[in-house]
C-alpha cells in the first residue's frame, strides 16, 4: 500500500470517529423533552 493510501485511510477514520463522537455526545447530553401529562389535564 502507497504512502498516500495510509495517510488517507488513517485521515478518513479519525475524521468518521470524531464526527460519530460529536454526535452520540449530543444526543447524550441533550436533555429529555418533558412528556405530555394525561392526568394533569382537566
Known sequence: MSTSAIITMVLVQV??????AY????VLRTPPKPEPNSYDEE
Not at 475524521?15 to 460519530?20: D, G, L, R
Open 23 to 26: 454526535f452520540f455526545m449530543k
Open 15 to 20: 475524521s468518521v470517529t470524531i464526527i460519530t
